[in-house]
Nanobody, 122 residues
Framework: VQLQASGGGLVQAGGSLRLSCAASGRTVSRYGLGWFRQAPGKEREFVAAIYWTNNVKYYAESMKGRFTISRDNFKTTAYLQMNNLKPEDAAVYYC????????????????WGQGTQVTVSS
């Protein structure tokens, strides 16, 4: 499975960004696609995940209401819509493919994409 993340950038606090994760590979449908983020000096944390087969979605509690994950099955691409961004949302966002029957963690990930930088100015 190969993952290509894009869509990061600089945005003012209160603004929005949409990240994309394009997945490819014969076995991509076996996995869920998720997003993690890592700020400088902090551990990588789970943001959201979605499954191809049943559209089940998982969110970190702190992201609910502001972040929305969605998918385009035809393009095998997952999107992370981020609204009302705050300076504390600034991080490198990583696309990931993995599986978990419940909550996601880094241990749930089998494949990582490259990160995309999100910067939020106050």
């Amino acid at each position: 499975v190969q993952l290509q993340a894009s869509g990061g950038g600089l945005v003012q606090a209160g603004g929005s960004l949409r990240l994309s994760c394009a997945a490819s590979g014969r076995t991509v449908s076996r996995y869920g696609l998720g997003w993690f983020r890592q700020a400088p000096g902090k551990e990588r944390e789970f943001v959201a995940a979605i499954y191809w087969t049943n559209n089940v979605k998982y969110y970190a509690e702190s992201m609910k209401g502001r972040f929305t994950i969605s998918r385009d099955n035809f393009k095998t691409t997952a999107y992370l819509q981020m609204n009302n961004l705050k300076p504390e949302d600034a991080a490198v966002y990583y696309c990931a493919a993995g599986y978990s029957a419940s909550g996601w963690a880094t241990e749930s990930v089998d494949y990582w994409g490259q990160g995309t930088q999100v910067t939020v100015s106050s």
